[in-house]
């Protein structure tokens, strides 16, 4: 299957510090998105990087991709509190596949 | 910012009934989606649908379920007779494209689906 995996499952940092959470994913994909969900809340689209890309950056956030290794980053610079919520990868196989296939996330918390 | 509007915010339905789940995409959006997390879980694809009809559909997505966009605006999903493992939240999503060059899905604020 295509799952992706984000790792660390939870991650707990300081105001101002960075956090960075991991997605692998098993098959060769398209684009790959990062999505933020706050607690019982919808999903957020942050970041879409497509497969020839290796980098990418919206303001606090930097996304790498490398597909040699079937991994992408996301790093939250100068976390906030308000940036506490779970974090997931979604990944779109080759072929024109209507689909995404979302990891299992990150629940980051940020203490103010 | 443009919206997909998903209602209602919470459903609570007995086991054996029909429920349907509206949303109302973006305006110029032509892609659509249904998605759901189960409570603590990761979020799943159900389907995709494009051109009035659908283009893609996972195994989750059985005979019970089925989607409609009856007028220009509204797309529905409909289970026939909903079960415990039903209980979720549904997603509903609409893109501009297919997500493959830029831009990525809209997704909902969700609909709570409680079987009981």
């Known amino acids: 299957s295509q799952q992706g995996e984000e790792d660390p499952q939870a991650l707990s940092i300081q105001e101002g510090e960075n956090a960075t959470m991991n997605c692998s994913y098993k098959t060769s994909i398209n684009n790959l998105q990062w999505y933020r969900q706050n607690s019982g809340r919808g999903l957020v689209h942050l970041i879409l990087i497509r497969s020839n890309e290796r980098e990418k950056h919206s303001g606090r956030l930097r996304v790498t991709l490398d597909t040699s290794k079937k991994s992408s980053s996301l790093l939250i610079t100068a976390s906030r509190a308000a940036d506490t919520a779970s974090y997931f990868c979604?990944?779109?196989?080759?072929?024109?596949?209507?689909?995404?296939?979302f990891g299992t996330g990150t629940r980051l918390k940020v203490l103010a | 910012e443009p919206e997909v509007t998903q209602t209602p915010s919470h459903q609570v339905t007995q086991m054996g009934q029909e429920v349907i789940l509206r949303c109302v995409p973006i305006s110029n959006h032509l892609y659509f989606y249904w998605y759901r997390q189960i409570l603590g879980q990761k979020v799943e694809f159900l389907v995709s649908?494009?051109?009035?009809?659908?283009?893609?559909k996972s195994e989750i997505f059985d005979d019970q379920f089925s989607v409609e966009r009856p007028d220009g605006s509204n797309f529905t999903l409909k289970i026939r007779s909903t079960k415990l493992e039903d209980s979720a939240m549904y997603f509903c999503a609409s893109s501009e494209d297919m997500g493959r060059i830029n831009y990525g899905y809209t997704f909902g604020s969700g609909t709570r689906l409680t079987v009981v």
């Open positions: 649908f494009y051109n009035n009809e659908i283009s893609e």
């Open positions: 979604a990944t779109e196989g080759l072929g024109g596949t209507y689909k995404y296939i």
